[in-house]
């Protein structure tokens, strides 16, 4: 029998600048589009098991939307741009900045499965692109037009699950234009409605033991790398490292994380979880541990961290379906660890979006029934782990026939079980031991895209600079500045700095980033930094 976990990790950065304005819309965007549909599916086939992944960052941003939402009248009464748009009576009367802005966003998603099948938002696009590079051709978009564009977005933004059981959204869908406040007032609600019972419905779903929820530390830092910058050289030895020498009082602030993580997944589900994704499957020794003291009975990870472990034990990796399949524990450590098949996973996030539904699931359980018979485990277990929303944007129908047709054929195929991680810790499965572990990230197994470029540990020395300030605070400051100090702590910061990376992205990163660091130094009653002022 070859044990089955499937991890959902649900992730967005705090996009919340220092006065908590919505600077991207894709939090709430994602909710009413992945999760709740991701939700739907297990609904859908409750003999589906699976693992699904929280961090608090979502969590808390998805309780400031369903707050707002909740008592939201008026487009003042939100704090998401966008999602006021919805409600704003008089679009005709935005300034041309704000205008710009609006309509360049109700174009950013995926064309040819979000635009591309409604005609008349395929027309929107069509009337843009002729007065786009007009220099008056704002002047040309009238309210009305802007109302139909703010309505064609948030429907595209919905989930297949969703059209298919609440009747207002395909009555506005077959509508097409001339969308009026009403119109738009009642997709708001639809949205609310989602936000506010998104978290309850996964809660229902842990309860009655469909799956297991798990977390991340509390706002997504790279673990390793607040315990020790030299855990970047582990799997790239001659990696840059930032001008400071180590994070101050790393161990404190990883731990801080952690601890911060189980209080709040027992405020949103009950009861603190039995395991980890640590943020991007960041791990290293010294992390692995911190958690096992902290009581996390697993953790999970990349298959290139495993590769590079396993060889660096001089272990034999031509077998792949031999070592891909166990679960491992290091020496002395109380936390057992799971890693990903890159290659399954992968299918999934990148390949599969392009291929007929049934196509693909054939092909994906005949993918696993091979690894099961070439595993040399006696009980095998292996762990597809991938994102829960950046996938669906890519195929048809928002993943609907796919992901239908997989939890379908898992739960009926003979030799798969889907299950969870906690239930592989309570089964007779002895893991393997781990000799040593290299540091690393489920991307590539190492920690290149958040430290080593120039601009990435620039971004560490200001944040290295910002924690000294903090160190030096009265206590009181200290307890003021500790949410601003987690959130700065982020991996995502890191992530999109250098220049591979889309400009607009960068840059909005990068003046969140300045602002919260900016207002971090201004909460410990300190003057901030003149580079602060400046993009990184």
Same mark, same amino acid.
Not at 326 to 347: I, K, N, Q, V
Not at 382 to 395: F, K, M, P, T, V
Not at 493 to 501: I, R
Not at 513 to 532: G, V, W
């Given at each position: ?5 499937f ?7 705090d ?60 487009p ?27 309509v ?8 040819p ?43 595209a ?10 009747p ?16 738009r ?51 790239? #030895? ?10 101050p009082?790393?161990?404190k ?15 949103h589900?009950g009861?603190?979880?039995?395991g ?7 791990? +290293? ?14 953790a ?9 472990s ?64 070439? #595993? ?5 277990v292996l ?9 669906w ?10 992901? +239908? ?23 007779d ?11 690393? +990230? ?10 080593g ?37 982020? #991996? ?35 003057q ?9």
């Amino acid at each position: 029998m070859l044990h089955l976990v499937f991890c959902w990790h649900f992730h967005q950065p705090d996009y919340r600048d220092a006065d908590g304005r919505y600077q991207l819309p894709w939090t709430y965007l994602h909710a009413v589009k992945d999760y709740a549909d991701m939700a739907g599916h297990l609904e859908a086939q409750p003999e589906m098991r699976c693992v699904v992944n929280f961090v608090p960052t979502l969590t808390a941003q998805l309780d400031d939307y369903a707050a707002q939402c909740r008592n939201a009248q008026t487009p003042e009464d939100l704090s998401d741009p966008l999602l006021a748009a919805l409600l704003d009576p008089h679009l005709e009367a935005l300034p041309p900045p704000a205008r710009r802005a609006l309509v360049e966003q109700c174009f950013k998603l995926n064309h040819p499965t979000m635009l591309e099948p409604f005609p008349a938002y395929r027309r929107l696009y069509t009337l843009w692109k002729m007065v786009e590079e007009q220099p008056a051709g704002l002047d040309y978009l009238s309210g009305q037009y802007l109302a139909d564009l703010v309505t064609w977005y948030h429907l595209a933004w919905t989930g297949e699950t969703l059209r298919r059981s609440r009747p207002v959204l395909m009555a506005l869908i077959q509508q097409g234009e001339g969308y009026t406040l009403a119109d738009r007032r009642a997709l708001f609600d639809l949205y609310a409605e989602v936000l506010q019972s998104l978290l309850p419905r996964y809660r229902v779903l842990a309860e009655r033991g469909q799956i297991e929820l798990s977390t991340t530390p509390h706002s997504h830092p790279i673990l390793p790398l607040l315990l020790d910058f030299n855990a970047a050289r582990e799997a790239r #030895s001659g990696s840059p490292l930032p001008e400071a020498p180590a994070y101050p009082g790393g161990e404190k602030r990883a731990l801080a994380h952690v601890r911060a993580a189980q209080l709040d997944h027992v405020r949103h589900f009950g009861q603190p979880p039995a395991g980890f994704w640590p943020a991007e499957g960041g791990v +290293s020794e010294a992390a692995v541990r911190l958690m096992g003291e902290a009581g996390v009975r697993w953790a999970a990870s990349g298959e290139g961290v495993l590769r590079h472990s396993l060889a660096a034990a001089g272990q034999d990796l031509a077998h792949k379906p031999a070592w891909v399949t166990r679960p491992y524990r290091l020496p002395g450590a109380e936390t057992m660890l799971f890693f990903r098949d890159d290659h399954l996973s992968d299918l999934i996030g990148f390949e599969y979006k392009g291929w007929f539904a049934a196509d693909a699931v054939r092909h994906f359980v005949h993918a696993l029934d091979s690894l099961r018979q070439q #595993s040399h485990a006696a009980q095998p277990v292996l762990s597809i782990i991938l994102d829960g929303e950046n996938a669906w944007e890519y195929y048809p129908y928002n993943g609907y026939y796919f992901l +239908s047709e997989l939890y379908a054929a898992l739960v009926a195929q003979a030799g798969v079980r889907p299950g969870t991680f906690s239930e592989v810790l309570d089964m007779d499965i002895t893991p393997a031991e781990l000799p040593c572990l290299v540091a690393g +990230s489920w991307v590539y197994g190492d920690f290149a895209t958040w430290m080593g470029d120039a601009a990435k540990n620039r971004a560490w020395d200001w944040l290295v600079a910002a924690k000294a300030a903090f160190d030096a605070a009265p206590p009181a400051a200290q307890a003021a500045a500790e949410p601003l100090l987690m959130s700065c702590e982020s #991996s995502d910061w890191f992530w999109w700095f250098g220049d591979y990376n889309p400009a607009d992205a960068v840059a909005s990163f990068d003046r969140v980033y300045r602002q919260k660091l900016t207002r971090l130094y201004e909460t410990l009653a300190i003057q901030p930094p003149a580079y602060l002022a400046t993009p990184l």
